[in-house]
C-alpha cells in the first residue's frame, strides 16, 4: 500500500460545543462522519485533558479535534505512545517563527510550554468502532487569551501566542495558525507512521525535561529523578538515584514545589 503523502482534512466549524474530542467520538463510534475530518469550535465549553482532567479555554483558544483511520497512514498500534510528542513537535514548529523562534519546547507527555507556562495541550484517543480503531487527536491551545476571566490557577500557570510574541493576532493570522497547524499535524502524523528518524530526534531536541529533577506520579507511586530525554518509542526517561533509570509511558509530571531546592 502506498501511504499518502499529506492527509487533507475535511473541516467541520462549530460555533458552540461541549467537547469536541467528545463529539468526534461519538461521530466516529457511528459512522456518521467521513474520514479524515477535523472539527473545530470557537466556544468549547466542556473541553477534556488527560486523565478526565477538564481543559478551560475562552474566545482567544484555539480548540479542535483531527480523527482518522490509522491503517490509511500505515500507523501501527504500538506507536500509540508517541502520537503525542509527533504532534507537539508539529505545535513548536508552527508557532516558533511567529513569536521568534523563541525556547518553546515539550513538557512531556503531552504538553507544549514557553517558560514554565503551558501554551499546549494533546489530547491523543484510540476509539474502536465496528469499522476499525480511530484515532482521534484533540489539540487546545492559546493564541490570544489574556486570562483575565480564567481560573486562578490556569492563570497563573498558562500563556499564549500573543503573550509570547508581545503582539495582538489579528483574525486573519489567527486563521493562519489554524491552516498551518493542520498541514503541520498531519506531516508529523505521516512521519510517525513511517518511523521518521528525523521526528525522533525534534521531539529529543524539543524536551524542556532533559537534566531536569522531575516527579512523575504513575497513579499510586510517583518517581522522582532526572529526566534523561525522550526516546524513539516516545517514552521518558529518568535516572533515578538508588534504582537506576526507568522508561516511563505514562503518567503525570507533577509541577515543581518551589520549596525544594534543585540542582541539575
Known amino acids: 500500500m502506498n501511504e ?8 467541520i466549524e462549530l460555533e458552540t460545543a461541549g467537547s469536541t474530542s467528545t463529539l468526534a467520538r461519538e461521530w466516529v463510534e457511528r459512522a456518521c462522519e467521513s474520514l479524515p475530518f477535523a472539527v473545530r469550535t470557537r466556544n468549547q465549553t466542556a473541553g477534556r485533558g488527560r486523565s478526565g482532567n477538564s481543559w478551560w479555554s475562552d474566545q482567544g483558544g484555539l480548540t479542535f479535534t483531527v480523527a482518522f483511520d490509522p491503517t490509511a497512514i500505515g500507523l501501527k498500534v504500538e506507536y500509540g505512545p508517541r502520537v503525542a510528542v509527533a504532534v507537539a513537535v508539529a505545535v513548536v514548529e508552527v508557532v516558533s517563527p511567529i513569536v521568534g523562534n523563541k525556547n518553546i519546547g515539550i513538557r512531556w507527555p503531552n504538553d507544549v510550554e514557553f517558560e514554565g507556562r503551558k501554551l499546549a495541550g494533546i489530547l491523543p484517543e484510540r476509539v474502536e468502532t465496528a469499522s476499525g480503531d480511530r484515532v482521534l487527536i484533540g489539540v487546545g491551545m492559546n493564541v490570544r487569551g489574556d486570562f483575565a476571566n480564567a481560573p486562578a490557577e490556569i492563570a497563573a ?52 525535561l532533559l537534566g531536569e529533577r522531575v516527579r512523575v506520579d504513575l497513579g499510586g507511586e510517583i518517581v522522582e529523578g532526572v529526566g534523561g530525554g525522550i526516546d524513539r518509542e516516545g517514552a521518558l526517561w529518568v535516572a533515578r538515584e538508588r534504582e537506576g533509570a526507568i522508561a516511563l509511558f505514562g503518567g503525570r509530571v507533577l509541577r515543581q514545589d518551589p520549596r525544594r531546592s534543585v540542582q541539575n
Open 157 to 208: 500557570s498558562a500563556t499564549s501566542i500573543e503573550r509570547i510574541a508581545d503582539r495582538p493576532i489579528s483574525e486573519m493570522e489567527f486563521e493562519r495558525i489554524y491552516d498551518r497547524l493542520l498541514d503541520a499535524i498531519g506531516t508529523r502524523v505521516i512521519d510517525l507512521a513511517s518511523g521518521s528518524t528525523e521526528l525522533a530526534d525534534r521531539w529529543r531536541d524539543l524536551d524542556l
Open 4 to 11: 499518502p503523502s499529506k492527509i487533507s482534512w475535511r473541516r
